[in-house]
């Protein structure tokens, strides 16, 4: 496969300009209609947040799994992460329509949002999970846009960049909640990845070669089931209310304590064959977890 270099588009005139549209009314914010642009695959690279909702959208990699919305699909990309269009050819044969609203750092610089923005965790998503709005939930986020593009065409004055700010907030925190419902609504497709991850981990610790492999990581598994760490830390605390850390950990000692029970390795041996580069850290690590040193919880077997 040939590798082609990520288009870098480094400001919402550029994108403009490359896109066949007027020039933006503020250079540092922009909502286009989506319906208007041409097509344009190939990879991509922004400057600046994207927020869209698009239909008869074009297959991106953008999910990793079957949807059950029909509605609009919402979409989150922060600076610097990679879009790749494969192909508008595929697209789903209703008219393309929506929006995408364009925020250059600068826009927020300085501003609550600027010290609030990374707690969105779904800009980390983008390539792995979109949301899927209910009609209602739509008309919601529609009616924040229309207003934050009205915002943009009036007379730019100094209470615009607040309002749009706070408007932007609004459609970010209905946003946060429409995901939260995402992981409920869609209970089914949820638990599996919740079981596809005991698997990847079960497999993981079954490995003959854990000493040179070490502990598994968030970044590892997360890899492995083709989503981010954070979706994969969220839909865990939604399910579980533990993180994809504290499972792994969770995992960890029960092997240990399987060890421990069964065996007559040494407590070095148990920490090396469970991926540990230090017996030290793995003893802390279990006292933390059960209040017990690893010998303490061996001797009640004895």
């Not at 896109?19 to 991509?44: C, M, N, T, W």
């Not at 922004?46 to 698009?54: A, C, H, Q, V």
């Not at 919740?194 to 070490?214: K, M, P, Q, T, W």
Request: glycine fraction near 4%.
């Amino acid at each position: 496969m040939t590798y082609t270099k990520p288009a870098r588009i480094k400001s919402i005139s550029e994108f403009h300009r490359l896109r066949g549209l007027p020039q933006p009314e503020h250079p540092l914010i922009s909502v286009v209609d989506y319906g208007k642009l041409e097509p344009a695959p190939g990879s991509f690279v922004f400057d600046y947040y994207t927020i869209s909702l698009k239909r008869g959208v074009s297959k991106m990699l953008y999910g990793q799994q079957q949807y059950d919305f029909d509605n609009g699909i919402l979409f989150f990309l922060a600076p610097n992460q990679v879009l790749r269009v494969l192909s508008e050819e595929e697209a789903v044969s209703q008219e393309r329509s929506g929006w995408l609203l364009l925020i250059h750092p600068d826009f927020i610089w300085n501003t609550s949002l600027a010290k609030n923005i990374s707690k969105y965790e779904f800009f980390d998503y983008s390539v792995n999970e979109a949301l899927f709005l209910s009609e209602k939930e739509e008309d919601i986020i529609n009616s924040i846009v229309r207003n934050i593009g009205q915002e943009c065409q009036t007379n730019i004055d100094k209470f615009s960049q607040n309002i749009i700010i706070s408007q932007i907030e609004t459609l970010l925190n209905y946003s946060e909640r429409f995901y939260q419902r995402q992981f409920i609504t869609r209970k089914i497709s949820s638990h599996e990845s919740l079981d596809r991850f005991e698997n990847v981990l079960d497999e993981y610790f079954r490995r003959s070669d854990l000493i040179d492999a070490g502990l598994p990581s968030v970044q590892q598994l997360a890899e492995t089931l083709n989503t981010s760490p954070k979706y994969l830390t969220t839909l865990l605390k939604v399910l579980t209310g533990q993180s994809a850390q504290q499972h792994i950990h969770e995992k960890l000692i029960e092997k240990a304590k399987e060890r421990l029970s069964t065996t007559d390795l040494s407590v070095s041996e148990i920490a090396y064959g469970l991926g540990f580069e230090h017996p030290q850290s793995f003893s802390k690590l279990f006292k933390n977890k059960t209040n017990q040193s690893p010998m303490e919880f061996r001797e009640q077997f004895n």
